[in-house]
């Protein structure tokens, strides 16, 4: 339809090599809201007539429920949509839709909305995998369960504070994605091509009608800028990074070794030929798609960074990488959510990982300190106290006097206030005494754990704010059509 100075047709096989048809499904219905709040300001700005707007909005309207026909010949969704709106409302009204505007604000438009949607989904499925993180601390605040640095056993500590590290981990992901919203949730409408139009036309008024907080000023910065994308895909990749720790974990958590958990049945795959296998399947893939979007940012980066100002066609290609985004991270968040509520936790075998280390050496050179020893002496004291048990194969508190005295005299402490602290100190005496803020001691769980289901209500409160605002602005918007079409 647009080919006027342009003699022959696309071939088949150009046509596919260059049609967006197939992934612009998404942005669809976002392309026929924005254009009936074009199509409405041009009326209210005497632009077109009110019998135009009516034609064209009704043609409008009834395309919300179309299938549209992938093989149609058009190279996009805004050349598909127009064609069947001025087939619908004639060439008089139907082809004064596009007065004023550009498939490159109109795609950049769509974009922006389709964004601005999938990070109110994510934040709520975030919201709801926290939920679950914080509800399953609750139930483990006396959970005893090693903590490891290089995957090594390092101090004692509680499974809620692990899932409480997780919860904090996901509330930054939200903050991000919150934050990324305001850069998103900017109309591009009315920009044209790259330089604006002559005729009088509105754009304060179509971006409100569109529930935008503002709008892209500079209309060469409104088509050509995909930074938005950028930013939105980034701050999903950190958030699937995330999510692959996490995953990382329980896989090696629930392997016959660890046995610290147990996925349930409907998370786990079968093996096809050996019959005793309950493979974690679904969290490798969590993993793997991980690496799909950093893929999809690597995507987006290099074709915005080789690209000259104004809009260029490469711009098309990095839809699919968006789409792929939105997609993996919402189902990654709703399948982890899942998880957590129905995982089975192995206490026993965490507590007995957390009793057969030396785990609590820190503890005991810690309670040196308190009488009065330099750390760095205690550190030796400890450190030898662990050298002396390992080597017999004991617990510390089954060191003899006669092994305490020896590393006692060659560090000038008494060696019945080494014995006494020994003996007093167990892997619940010290969750009992980790006191610091934000530490695995017990009494930091029940603080930290009422604190971040405070934080999740008010969280829950600003997007869905946020959400119903969007919500309201389009059926206001929805209302005004109706008021011109009857
Ligand atoms: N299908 C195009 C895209 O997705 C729409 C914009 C085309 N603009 C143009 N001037 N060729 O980016």
């Not at 934050?179 to 949730?185: E, G, I, L, P």
């Amino acid at each position: 339809m647009y080919r006027s100075r342009l003699g022959t047709d696309l071939s088949d096989i150009t046509l596919d090599y260059v049609s967006s048809i197939n992934d612009d499904s998404q942005i669809a219905l976002y392309d026929i809201l924005g254009s009936q709040a074009h199509a409405l300001m041009l009326y209210e700005n005497q632009i077109i007539t009110k019998n135009d707007a009516k034609k064209i909005l009704s043609a409008l309207e009834s395309l919300k429920n179309e299938k549209f026909e992938v093989f149609s010949g058009a190279e996009d969704i805004h050349e598909l949509i127009e064609t069947l709106v001025i087939k619908k409302a004639g060439m008089i009204s139907g082809g004064k839709m596009h007065t004023a505007r550009s498939r490159n604000d109109q795609v950049a438009l769509d974009i922006r909305m389709k964004i601005r949607d999938d990070i109110n989904i994510i934040c709520n499925c975030l919201l709801d995998t926290i939920e679950a993180l914080v509800s399953l601390a609750k139930n483990h605040q006396k959970t005893i369960m090693p903590l490891y640095t290089h995957l090594q056993q390092a101090q004692v500590g509680l499974f809620s504070h692990y899932l409480l590290a997780q919860a904090d981990v996901l509330f930054r992901d939200f903050d991000r994605l919150y934050t990324t919203f305001n850069h998103v949730n900017q109309s591009p409408l009315g920009a044209g091509p790259v330089g604006g139009t002559s005729i009088p036309i509105d754009r304060h008024s179509t971006a409100k009608m569109l529930g935008f907080d503002g709008v892209i000023e500079n209309s060469l910065d409104a088509t050509s800028t995909r930074d938005f994308v950028a930013e939105y895909v980034a701050m999903i990749a950190i958030l699937m990074t995330n999510l692959s720790r996490i995953s990382e974990d329980f896989v090696i958590w629930s392997t016959t070794e660890f046995s610290f958990i147990e996925l349930a049945d409907e998370f786990t795959s079968p093996s096809s030929v050996m019959p005793q296998k309950k493979n974690p399947d679904i969290l490798e893939l969590t993993r793997g798609k991980t690496s799909e979007v950093i893929g999809n940012l690597t995507a987006i980066l290099s074709t915005i960074k080789g690209l000259a100002s104004g809009y260029g066609r490469d711009l098309q290609q990095i839809k699919s990488s968006i789409w792929s985004t939105s997609k993996i991270s919402i189902s990654a968040l709703v399948i982890l959510k899942s998880i957590l509520l129905t995982l089975n936790i192995n206490e026993k075998k965490m507590k007995k990982a957390a009793e057969s280390s030396y785990l609590i050496a820190l503890d005991i050179a810690e309670k040196l300190v308190q009488n009065g020893i330099p750390f760095r002496t205690t550190h030796k004291i400890s450190g030898a106290l662990v050298q002396i048990a390992h080597h017999s194969n004991k617990s510390l508190n089954k060191l003899s006097m006669k092994e305490i005295s020896k590393i006692a005299q060659e560090t000038k402490i008494n060696p019945d206030l080494i014995m006494k602290i020994i003996q007093s100190t167990t892997i619940t005496s010290s969750l009992k005494e980790r006191k610091s803020f934000g530490s695995s001691g017990y009494d930091e769980q029940k603080r930290m754990i009422e604190d971040r289901m405070k934080k999740i209500n008010n969280y829950r409160i600003s997007v869905t704010k946020r959400d119903n605002d969007i919500s309201n602005t389009l059926d206001n918007l929805s209302n005004k059509i109706i008021e011109v079409i009857k």
